[in-house]
């Protein structure tokens, strides 16, 4: 077995003028006992000069500094070495291709996040306002296209993001979605009657004071639904005793089909 080790002076390389350079590109595995060039095994494609150096390892201690001289003035390493320097520089300034990628990827991130900004204000404009969203077509610039797309086309003529994104529409440069039909919509509206929800029920259990309130009435299929309406002591603010901010709340929260309550006492606990 061979007992020598990589002596620390071959970390540096002497040229003629007397000048120590360091030879970054020297690597030791103590595990192995051999030496790597790190640069030639990152990016060495052909056959180098001395190819235990980017494969298997070189531990010819005897003949080391002869060959860690000759490897390094290669045209093979010296190609290595460049796109290794190149690299780290990229690396450090955040110019690698993944990092360009990443960036786009970024950038088209909040491009979606910013239009569903826009998209949920305008579904709780319609929803406050008590406005159907849909007309007989999904088309843009169509007559009977429904409220929904009518605001999303005014919207566009004043807000330059809503501008760009129907000009993609027209242009058919977004092949995915576009989040203006209606499975968007539905799913919108679902969110944010979600967190209504959410946040009627987070007040009712703070309550001290509520009730329940319900009612049974056939639609126009004639099947049986549950009215769930619920009323309660309101505080504002969940510290304050000030008995002006007490106020008598009432919230409708949904329908349950006749199939579902059969047994709604047991829905209900």
Not at 31 to 36: A, T
Not at 77 to 84: D, E, G, I, P, T
Not at 116 to 135: H, K, M, P, W, Y
Request: hydrophobic share 40%; with cysteine.
């Amino acid at each position: 077995m061979n007992k020598k080790k990589l002596s620390s002076i071959y970390y540096k390389r002497t040229l003629p003028n007397g000048e120590e350079v360091s030879r970054s590109w020297l690597i030791y595995s103590v595990l192995k006992n051999v030496v790597f060039c790190l640069c030639c095994k990152l990016f060495g494609k052909s056959k180098s000069s001395l190819p235990a150096l980017e494969g298997s390892g070189l531990n010819d201690w005897k003949n080391i500094r002869a060959l860690l001289s000759s490897h390094e003035k290669s045209n093979s390493h010296l190609v290595n070495f460049q796109m290794w320097k190149e690299l780290d520089i990229r690396l450090s300034t955040e110019k690698t291709i993944d990092h360009i990628n990443q960036q786009k990827i970024n950038e088209k991130e909040q491009y979606w996040q910013r239009i569903l900004e826009r998209l949920i204000a305008l579904v709780r404009v319609l929803a406050t306002q008590n406005l159907a969203f849909r007309g007989a077509n999904e088309k843009l610039y169509n007559n009977a296209n429904g409220n929904f797309l009518k605001f999303v086309k005014y919207l566009a003529l004043f807000d330059p993001l809503m501008n760009e994104h129907v000009r993609k529409i027209k242009n058919q440069e977004i092949k995915t979605a576009h989040y203006l039909g209606k499975e968007i919509q539905n799913e919108l509206i679902q969110i944010l009657a979600n967190a209504i929800k959410d946040n009627i029920l987070t007040r009712v259990k703070f309550a001290k004071y509520y009730s329940i309130i319900l009612d049974c009435t056939p639609d126009n299929s004639h099947t049986e639904q549950m009215t769930i309406i619920i009323r309660f002591v309101d505080l504002e603010s969940p510290t304050s005793h000030d008995g002006d901010l007490v106020k008598i709340k009432e919230h409708f929260l949904g329908f349950i089909p006749e199939r579902i309550y059969s047994g709604f006492w047991q829905n209900i606990n």
